[in-house]
C-alpha cells in the first residue's frame, strides 16, 4: 500500500505558464522523490509599465512517501 503527499509549490518564468509549471516540476524533483503528479491550482501574472513580466504559478505537487 502505497501512502501520498500533497505539497503546494509556487514557481515563475519570465517566458510562460508552461515554463514556469516545467520549472516547478524540475526544481521539485531535486528534494521530492516519487512525484506522480501536480495541477495547477492557480495562475497569475506581474505587470510592470502596462507589459507582463512574470508568469506564476501555484502547483499541488502529489508525491508518494517512502
Known amino acids: 500500500m502505497a501512502v501520498a503527499k500533497v505539497t503546494e509549490i509556487t514557481a515563475e518564468s519570465n517566458k510562460s ?7 516547478g516540476i524540475q526544481r521539485a524533483t531535486k528534494s521530492l ?10 495562475q497569475k501574472v506581474t505587470v510592470a509599465d502596462g507589459k507582463i513580466v512574470g508568469y506564476r504559478v501555484d502547483l ?4 508518494i512517501l517512502d
Open 17 to 23: 505558464f508552461e515554463d514556469a509549471i516545467e520549472q
Open 33 to 42: 522523490h516519487g512525484i506522480k503528479g501536480a495541477w495547477v491550482k492557480e
Open 60 to 63: 499541488k505537487v502529489t508525491f
